[in-house]
């Protein structure tokens, strides 16, 4: 076998492979057997069959094309081993030429792993992990939170005027130099008085008003306003009732707990702390790594990032947020058409954090391998059943769980799995360095 080698630009290194036809010879005779497992050859069991008589049933090129994919996969392993080549992602491959009693020629292009040089992560310095507490006035705005969603709505009758507190479904229209602004309109529209969800004094001029009832004021948008067009100017408001209803809350007591399947209110109380609290820690353990992550990148340095691992990142992040978006019960397309936005778009948007992440994995990668991190079969195992586990109860995935199965359980799903868990362990390596400082 003749292997020659040329660097190309970003990271990518070029190989020319050839076989000669003796080479190529046994991957042939394996390529008639795969063939003949999957086809049925009168007079022969599958894979049984004689090279003369497959080559008579399918021509012979077609053994030759299923011999060189065969020779290309088992050739690539052997030369990375041997060249102690660092490869990422899939390369391209390209068949040059390929003919029976010729040499068989193939080029090969792969992104080359980045080198790091890490940063004395021992000195990394962080703000260390804050104790975390709850308080009752937080319990207790979770608690309000779980009467208005189970509040009852009362429509008022006619005479009865909207007050603090009540709701009311009315129709608006916004003006600024009497013209019409846009989006300053809306038919049916919901909102609580006293919640401020319009701007000051909106929710005020609706006190008093009863179904049916119209009126014009006038208000000024605050000078902070989101939009910057609108900020400080004034506009013409004209409004109609069209309902009031009255929010009935329920009473906090043993009873409402139990609708919550909690023995009574203390008991659902301490459930809540419980929770606002593993929020918490998650949310302080997320700043404790970020900040450690930040530092790391940052001190190490990075040779030059190949542009396809900028790019599968980015593609990784746009299907990441797909996934959660679907999981929701939205279709991606109309998501985007919400944001008004396209995946190009998404794509310049993600563009920095992708070169973050991609510094990150590097770095941790790199970490993982000095420190001689790794993940052991049991653990692959447990964290391809969880993986699964997660899918079971969405019903898009329905009678695809074999599939999805079977794709984790592959050589490339067990070599995710393992960065994965070697990624994390490492990860809680440079937690574990840097809070004992």
Known sequence: M????????KLQLELLVELTPD????????AAIEISKNRNIAGFRPGKAPFDIVMKEVGEMTIYQTAANIAIDATLIQILDDEKIDMLGQPKVEVQKLAPTNPFIFKVTLDLVPKVELCDYAKIKVKPMAEIKVEKSEVDKVVADLTSMRAKEILKDETEPAGSGDKVDLDFETFVD??????GQAKNHSLTIGKGQMIPGFEDNIIGLKKNEVKEFELEFPKKYHEEKLQGKKALFKIKINSVYKIELPEVNDEFAKGFGLKNLDDLKKHLESNIKHEKEMKENQRFELELVEQLIEKSKFEELPDSLVDDETHKMIHELEDNV???GMKFDDYLSNIKKTEADLRLDFAIDAIKRVKTGLAIRALAEKENVTAEEKEINDEIERALATYKFHPQYEGKLAELEQNMRSENGQRYFSNLIRNRKAM???KLRAEKR
């Open 2 to 9: 003749k292997i020659s080698k040329k660097s190309l630009p």
């Open 23 to 30: 080479e190529l010879k046994p991957y042939v005779e394996q």
């Open 178 to 183: 009497l013209v019409a602004i846009d989006g």
């Open 326 to 328: 679907i999981r929701q």
């Open 428 to 430: 809680e390596f440079l």
